[in-house]
């Protein structure tokens, strides 16, 4: 790929960035040229890039440019990053600024406390988890549960669910990042992250216990 070879400023940065990023063997592969070092990441993590610009973008095709447009800037970028944040982080904060910047979607700023029933806040403990699961969860989970019957009416809450809120709960509950992470990747306080995701979740676990015939 005819890569630069690192400055040795950002050397120490990323040594240090090393030994705590799952993706870094890949980088050091990827920076002394070897493509399937880049086909590895791009497997890892495009679905992830396309999912998320989806909450951007009016169309999937159009959330596929923007991903694909985001590894060209990668690729471009690459040794310009520093290893202050994870590459998964910087990745998605790539795809955030080349999403928004397409300017499909308008009304992005979403309230908080934007009008709509949540389950009541008195079912969940402090960290947001089923005090009891719904109605038939557990009795009936292998007759009822599959994913098959829920992935059509999940699938329509997401999509009703505010922008800022499908993108917080797509991080957190499908790509496993953390409550940092997000508030680094969508440049919000981890306190707007926690309520965001509470009431994602919240309408997502509505929509499970109504298909559940739950209360």
């Known amino acids: 790929m005819g890569l630069i070879r690192p400055a040795a400023g950002l050397r120490g940065s990323r040594d240090r960035t090393s030994r705590r990023d799952p993706d870094s063997a890949l980088l050091v592969r990827l920076r002394a040229g070897e493509e399937q070092a880049f086909v590895e990441l791009v497997s890892r993590y495009h679905a992830s890039l396309v999912r998320l610009a989806r909450t951007y973008?009016?169309?999937?095709?159009?959330a596929e440019e923007v991903?694909?447009?985001?590894?060209?800037?990668?690729?471009r970028g690459l040794e310009g990053f520093a290893g202050r944040s994870s590459?998964?982080?910087?990745?998605?904060?790539i795809l955030v600024n080349r999403a928004s910047s397409t300017g499909v979607r308008e009304h992005r700023s979403i309230p908080i406390a934007?009008?709509?029933p949540a389950v009541d806040a008195s079912r969940f403990d402090s960290s947001g988890a089923w005090m009891a699961p719904p109605q038939h969860w557990v009795e009936d989970s292998d007759d009822r549960l599959s994913a098959a019957a829920l992935a059509a009416p999940i699938t329509m809450a997401l999509d009703k669910l505010p922008a800022r809120q499908r993108e917080v709960v797509l991080l957190r509950d499908v790509d496993g990042l953390s409550g940092r992470e997000v508030s680094?990747?969508?440049k919000i306080s981890e306190a707007n992250q926690r309520v965001l995701l509470h009431r994602s979740r919240s309408r997502l676990r509505h929509a499970i216990e109504a298909e559940l015939g739950g209360p």
Do not use: H
């Open 57 to 62: 973008v009016a169309s999937s095709a159009v």
């Open 67 to 75: 991903a694909q447009d985001t590894w060209l800037a990668v690729l």
């Open 87 to 93: 590459f998964r982080t910087w990745l998605l904060q």
């Open 114 to 116: 934007d009008a709509g």
């Open 184 to 186: 680094e990747v969508l």
